[in-house]
């Protein structure tokens, strides 16, 4: 009886990650296909083009370790790979989802900070970069112009204060799950904060402070409650991930 049981376990953790792989697929082909609307990250042609060229080469250095990272997980931790997958998948998924906040950019979920927690911050920007293009050339959501900033905000800056949250609060023996909400949730309000620097630092005819006020202040509104959400459904992953992918997890270090 109890081999039974042990040999059954391995075909429900196979059916938890062939479900969760249908319903991410499912709702990537729900969004890719879903009408465009005018609700965005930054916009094409929003930036001028010095900023543009900045933020560029401000992604630079993250992205370059992010492509030594995911070398070596292909290369060395073939368990990672799923677990990547996932993640990438969801943060293409709920950052699809966008409400209009102020013109020019929108308010949505991020799911950077999942990425940022199992991964680390410069492995999420490729992630983030892949999600970021895929949007800007697929749903009108961004452009290649302003990919930089979008980019630097979503998947560089959030996920550095989801990753250092993390573990500053793990090492403090604060409740996994509390620290995990509260990583996802200060990474995407922190995303939206630097998304107001770099929307103020380009247009400030009254003020740079005055600019970056009223910016925030348009996205809080939307943003606060959405940072709740985003937090609530990267503990629900984890819990799946930590019930059922408990071997890919412990390839992390993660478990």
Known sequence: M?????????ALKLSFKNKI???????FAMFAFAPVSNAMHVMEGYLPLSWCVIWYVVCIPFVVL???GIRKIVNNDRKAITILAITGAFIFVISSLKIPSVTGSCSHMTGTGLAAILF???ITSILGLIVLLFQAILLAHGGLTTLGANCFSMAIAGPIVSWLVYKALKTTGVNKKVAIFLAAFLGDLFT??????ELALAYHAGGFGAAL??????FAATQIPLAIIEGILTVIIMIGLESYASDELSSLNYV
């Not at 109890?2 to 391995?10: A, F, G, I, L, R």
């Not at 792989?21 to 709702?27: D, E, R, S």
């Open 2 to 10: 109890k081999n039974k049981k042990e040999n059954s376990k391995p």
């Open 213 to 218: 006020v009223k910016f925030l202040a348009n």
């Open 192 to 197: 939206y904060c630097v998304t107001s620097v």
């Open 120 to 122: 680390g911050p410069c």
């Open 66 to 68: 992010g492509f030594i």
């Open 21 to 27: 792989q249908t319903l991410l697929l499912a709702l």
